[in-house]
């Protein structure tokens, strides 16, 4: 079984094409990949580029069984309200976790006003999400905001929080590791590495396959990494490839491309 625990859908194709749930499923079928999650990113950004909602994303869906959603919290917006909203969603188990986008929108991770979302996920026992590691080519962000160092702070005021660090900090992959060896509630998913809307070269994925070695020597393995792509920004063929010519055991390719997914979201 594979699961694809990164992926978008609406204005993210290549020139801002838009994308639907019937690509990705066209896409997972080319890839033999079994089941995709779907992260919503309604988000506040200044140039006033205009995501999708867990609600957009879950019409499109209409029930299928290969397809779960992430929702998102905008700062931007009154966070006890989207909460309210995403949680007859969640209760429904139609979306399985929350996103944060620190770097794209103006804020850290470890700002005061997100403590609702911590204790809110924490209670309800589902993942948060964070955007860790590069933007987009062409953000305007704040690219400060975005170092895993953020990532260990929570850990530690919510002991019982599930957290994934979207794209294992890259390029920041060393300090990642060591969060994720130091807390047990931290995960990684390895999306967004490769040069986006490209076909991935073969020195991108000796690099990539260099900096998980790197990753693997200090938490002393690949047992909390989480198979993802960020497609459309990449191909989940080639990405998929990429992620299986890593040097791993058996447990370890079952945790990383299935299991963890599973027990995570």
């Not at 850990?155 to 920041?172: E, S």
């Amino acid at each position: 079984m594979i699961i694809d625990a990164h992926t978008h859908i609406g204005a993210m194709g290549k020139d801002e094409a838009v994308v639907t749930v019937a690509d990705l499923l066209q896409s997972m079928d080319e890839a033999s990949i079994d089941m995709s999650l779907i992260i919503a990113n309604d988000i506040v950004v200044p140039d006033d580029w205009h995501g999708l909602s867990a609600n957009d994303i879950l019409t499109q869906c209409a029930g299928n069984e290969r397809i779960k959603v992430i929702g998102n919290i905008s700062i931007s917006r009154d966070i006890h309200e989207q909460l309210t909203q995403l949680q007859r969603h969640i209760e429904a188990k139609a979306v399985v976790g929350i996103k944060l986008y620190p770097g794209y929108e103006n804020f850290y991770p470890t700002d005061k006003q997100l403590k609702p979302v911590y204790e809110f996920c924490q209670e309800l026992t589902i993942p948060v999400v964070v955007h860790t590691g590069l933007l987009m080519v062409g953000s305007s962000g704040v690219q400060q905001q975005t170092h895993p160092t953020h990532i260990h702070e929570i850990a530690r005021q919510f002991p019982h929080l599930t957290i994934v660090m979207a794209h294992c900090g890259n390029p920041w992959i060393t300090e990642a590791a060591k969060i994720v060896a130091q807390n047990s509630n931290v995960y990684v998913d390895l999306s967004g590495f490769f040069t986006e809307y490209e076909p991935i070269l073969a020195k991108e994925k000796a690099d990539f396959h260099q900096k998980m070695k790197g990753f693997g020597l200090i938490t002393g393995d690949l047992k909390k990494c989480l198979f993802g792509t960020d497609w459309p920004l990449y191909s989940q063929k080639e990405y998929l490839a990429a992620v299986q010519e890593l040097s791993m055991n058996d447990e370890e390719r079952e945790l990383v491309f299935w299991e963890n997914s599973l027990a995570v979201f």
